[in-house]
């Protein structure tokens, strides 16, 4: 049974890079056939798709969050991050990740549950 | 992006009764379209997937259709475990979207 975990500071200041650890387990990342993705909720709001990381190191992100995004991957951990720069209040979310099947099904079929993360000085 | 536009948000049903959740798309995305069920505390689950495929272990209450932009998430008899927050999610386009939300409650 893949489980995965979220860690990181549960409070940023203005300003400063959000950053947040996945680790898997049940599984490796460098399995291949996975996407390792983020996922936010911000308060009150819907879910937002972040973005992605492969084991081999290729990312893809939302358009809308690209230019503050840095994801990496450590196959010898199995784990992968995430950098989210120059954060603003409007960034307090709980924050996801998940492992976003390739192929027919594509679909999200693993999540952790999540932590939150508030932005505030 | 693709936006996607659950209804209702919120709904109060009583265990065993059919609950359904729709799910409209701004565009066509065929059958790419999948359920997820949240509950506070838990790690999210995959419900459905392709808009009608039902995942492995999920009961058989839950049942999914449509395709194009009209989707329809189906509980058949409610159980006291299925009071929860439902979301659609597309997976048509490269930048993936989610509705906004269907929250079960206890009437």
């Known amino acids: 049974q893949v489980q995965l975990q979220e860690s990181g500071p549960g409070l940023v200041k203005p300003s400063q890079t959000l950053s947040l650890t996945c680790t898997v387990s049940?599984?490796?990342?460098?399995?291949?056939?996975?996407?390792w993705s983020w996922i936010r909720q911000r308060p009150g709001k819907g879910l937002e798709w972040i973005g992605y990381?492969?084991?081999?190191?290729?990312?893809y992100s939302n358009p809308s969050l690209k230019s503050r995004v840095t994801m990496s991957v450590d196959t010898s951990k199995d784990q992968f991050s995430l950098k989210l720069g120059s954060v603003t209040a409007a960034d307090t979310a709980v924050y996801y990740c998940?492992?976003?099947?390739?192929?027919?099904?594509?679909?999200?079929?693993?999540w952790g549950q999540g932590t939150l993360v508030t932005v505030s000085s | 992006d693709i936006q996607m536009t659950q209804s209702p948000s919120s709904l109060s049903a009583s265990v065993g009764d059919r609950v359904a959740i729709t799910c409209r798309a701004s565009q066509s995305i065929s059958s790419f379209l999948n359920w997820y069920q949240f509950k506070p505390g838990k790690a999210p689950k995959l419900l459905i997937y392709a808009a009608s495929n039902l995942q492995g272990g999920v009961p058989s209450r839950f049942s999914g259709s449509g395709s194009g932009t009209d989707f329809t998430l189906t509980i058949s008899r409610l159980q006291p475990e299925d009071f929860a927050t439902y979301y659609c999610q597309q997976s048509y386009s490269t930048v993936l979207t989610f509705g906004g939300g269907t929250k079960v409650e206890i009437k």
């Open positions: 998940a492992r976003r099947t390739s192929g027919d099904s594509d679909v999200f079929d693993y």
């Open positions: 049940g599984g490796s990342i460098s399995s291949g056939g996975y996407y």
């Open positions: 990381i492969y084991y081999t190191g290729s990312t």
